[in-house]
């Protein structure tokens, strides 16, 4: 397992919050103020990350890509020389399909995508590696569904990336070899800003068709303000994408 994949697991929400509070009871006779603090970032972090109004409020940050209206599909033939769609992880071995089937999240974009392609009838290129180094890539179960599913085929797998950086380094490798410049490009839309900067270091033009939208005005109970276990997940998404718009213009250049 890649070193850096345990250390964000170990730093970003729930690990280091749970962290916080496991440092807070060590130092609860040691140094009582400073273990009390501990505690309250642990526990408000915890409580805070639950909350679907924090959802809504964090997304309204993120999630700076319009929407793609559907009137302007059909003449993305004409705009653009292919789709790339991002993946998104993968469930393994789903005893009701007899194998590894994309996350909801992938099938998401691929929904997405799929109705696209048949508006624009511009072929499709499906980006997404090996999940911990194990087959199939996340690009080869896409392209199955793309295939049987939404009867879309998919022209171009890429099958090595295991980032959204190596999603577009290796994206391009294959849309230069076919003389393409300017791509639609398909992911979440709190995906989209980091996604489209990383296409765009490698020369390509962005149309951006973000899907997914979680800034939508919330309808729960009191506005938001009480605990989800949805809005744990969505929050989680949430912070990883501000971390990647911080830290991949500081690695990748």
């Known amino acids: 397992m890649p070193i850096r ?18 440092l807070g009871w060590w130092l609860r006779r040691r140094a009582p103020r ?21 959802v809504e409020w964090g997304a309204r940050l993120v999630e700076t890509e319009p929407a793609l209206p559907e009137s302007q599909w059909p003449s993305l033939g004409q705009r653009a020389g ?18 590894d089937q994309p996350s909801a999240l992938a099938l998401e974009r691929l929904r997405y995508a799929a109705r696209i392609a048949r508006a624009s009838q511009l072929p499709v290129l499906l980006s997404g590696g090996l999940h911990f180094g194990q087959p199939p890539s996340e690009a080869s179960l896409g392209g199955d569904v793309m295939a049987r599913d939404f009867g879309v085929p998919v022209r171009w797998l890429e099958e090595e990336s295991r980032t959204t950086w190596e999603n577009a380094v290796y994206s391009a490798r294959l849309l230069r070899e076919a003389g393409i410049e300017r791509v639609v490009l398909v992911t979440s839309a709190a995906h989209m800003p980091r996604s489209r900067w990383c296409f765009e270091q490698q020369g390509l033009e ?48």
């Not at 292919?82 to 194998?99: N, T």
């Open 5 to 22: 994949y345990i250390l964000k697991q170990l730093i970003l929400p729930p690990g280091g919050l749970l962290l916080l509070l496991l």
């Open 34 to 54: 400073f273990a009390a603090l501990c505690f309250v970032l642990g526990f408000g972090g915890l409580w805070l990350m639950s909350l679907p109004a924090v």
């Open 82 to 99: 292919a789709i790339v769609v991002l993946g998104a992880g993968r469930e393994q071995d789903d005893p009701a399909w007899g194998g």
């Open 206 to 253: 962005v149309i951006a068709a973000p899907s997914g939208f979680m800034s939508g005005d919330t309808t729960r109970p009191l506005g938001g303000w009480l605990p989800e276990a949805k809005a744990y997940w969505q929050n989680g998404l949430l912070l990883n994408e501000v971390a990647g718009l911080l830290l991949y213009p500081l690695v990748y250049r």
